[in-house]
């Protein structure tokens, strides 16, 4: 089934669109979520609740590419749970990947921060399209998806030790064009 089709199926109020969507775009819901919760319970939880937030969201929406859109809902679910539920506690991957990108990113902890936030993440996209493809996918598996070095390294064919060097070197050519940028860091 095509996603536009299953769109359809979300339009009609059809039960059969979660399911459809489970069957084409779950498995990607479900390692988000469990990359950053790092508990199966947790994921799965935060899984149904991708569904039902799908389900509300379309209509009005009709999202393209729609498998964004899902793992776009699933990742806010899962990190909105992961603060909540482990404000004293460190999930090692997660955090680790949060502690690389902090080395490089200006702090944006207030509410008046917002809109250089979306400032920011428009640099950063910007960024993202002048890197090689490699870079790009190493870049946007960890810190995205949240995929430990290993995986990421294995699907890029490289070893780990190569993969964590090539981020390291992202992250310092990040930093170096936010400075460029304007962007204090």
Not at 32 to 50: K, P, Q, S
Not at 69 to 74: E, G, L, Q
Not at 114 to 131: M, V
Not at 143 to 154: F, K, M
């Amino acid at each position: 089934m095509t996603d536009e089709e299953i769109i359809a199926l979300f339009f009609e109020r059809s039960e059969q669109a979660i399911s459809e969507l489970a069957k084409m775009h779950g498995a990607a819901v479900g390692r988000i979520a469990l990359n950053i919760l790092d508990d199966a319970e947790d994921a799965e939880e935060c899984v149904n609740d991708t569904w039902l937030g799908v389900w509300n969201s379309i209509p009005p929406a009709r999202p393209s590419p729609l498998r964004t859109f899902v793992c776009r809902i699933a990742r806010n679910l899962a990190i909105k749970r992961y603060h909540a539920e482990r404000a004293q506690k460190r999930n090692s991957r997660y955090d680790l990947a949060l502690d690389e990108l902090a080395e490089c990113l200006p702090d944006r902890g207030s509410v008046e921060d917002s809109i250089e936030a979306k400032e920011l993440a428009g640099t950063i996209n910007a960024f993202l399209d002048t890197l090689p493809y490699v870079d790009k996918f190493l870049f946007m598996r960890r810190y995205w998806y949240a995929e430990s070095l290993s995986e990421i390294a294995e699907m890029a064919g490289m070893r780990c030790g190569t993969a964590a060097v090539r981020l390291h070197r992202v992250r310092e050519k990040l930093r170096n064009y936010l400075k460029e940028e304007g962007v204090p860091v």
